[in-house]
């Protein structure tokens, strides 16, 4: 069965690195997202990306963040300059249409910020 | 803005034990309503959706779900639980839309512990 996977599983970083959190939507997915968790939270919606352009994003979402479809296959979201708050589980997601809107998440990668 | 309230923080049932999840929603029209569920370490898997027609839809797993509209809520149920059932369960809403991509808005989860 076809399934969106991330890497790395968990990443740790120091406060003020970029990183780089990849995934890889299932492969005639078109629409794609990331969402976070910071433990004992809610998933909050991040951002949706479909035909090479960003199609929503939230108010976390500010200039730290961006989103890349560098290829054909991976969908990354990288954090610029990284804050202690960033910590987070962060799931990437994708969807075949928007006609029923069904979601297909990763595994997550934990971003541990010290 | 739409919203997704899950009143229960945590759960406990015996296994063999019916169980039921509330969700109540917040949407000025009619939403996509999903149930997820998370193991722990793993991603967020589909149990079951809705989008129109019969309020009451069945998912994997055994589970299912009604739509009642009057109450705004969306409750998951399943007749009879199994220790495998233990996980984070995560009521969300979607928009309807067509040709961009929607966010889902969570509630903030129902952890369900089943005793042996």
């Known amino acids: 069965e076809p399934e969106v996977t991330q890497t790395p599983s968990h990443q740790v970083t120091q406060m003020g690195q970029e990183v780089i959190l990849r995934c890889v939507p299932i492969s005639n997915h078109l629409y794609f997202y990331w969402y976070r968790q910071i433990l004992g939270q809610k998933v909050e919606f991040l951002v949706s990306f479909y035909n090479n352009e960003i199609s929503e994003k939230s108010e976390i979402f500010d200039d730290q963040f961006s989103v890349e479809r560098p290829d054909g296959s991976n969908f990354t979201l990288k954090i610029r300059s990284t804050k202690l708050e960033d910590s987070a589980m962060y799931f990437c997601?994708?969807?075949?249409?928007?006609?029923?809107?069904?979601?297909?998440f990763g595994p997550g990668t934990r971003l541990t910020v010290l | 803005a739409q919203s997704v309230t899950q009143p229960d923080i945590h759960i406990t049932v015996s296994e063999g034990a019916s169980l039921e999840l509330r969700c109540n929603y917040s949407y000025g029209a009619t939403p996509y309503l999903f149930w997820y569920v998370q193991s722990p370490g793993q991603g967020l898997q589909l149990l079951l959706k809705?989008?129109?027609?019969?309020?009451l839809v069945q998912g994997i797993k055994g589970f299912e779900a009604e739509f009642k509209r009057s109450q705004s809520s969306f409750n998951l149920r399943k007749p009879s639980v199994h220790w495998s059932d233990a996980a984070e369960y995560f009521c969300a809403v979607g928009p309807f839309s067509s040709g961009s991509a929607r966010q889902l808005t969570f509630g903030s989860g129902t952890q369900l512990t089943v005793l042996p």
């Open positions: 997601a994708s969807s075949l249409s928007t006609w029923d809107n069904e979601q297909f």
């Open positions: 809705y989008f129109s027609g019969d309020t």
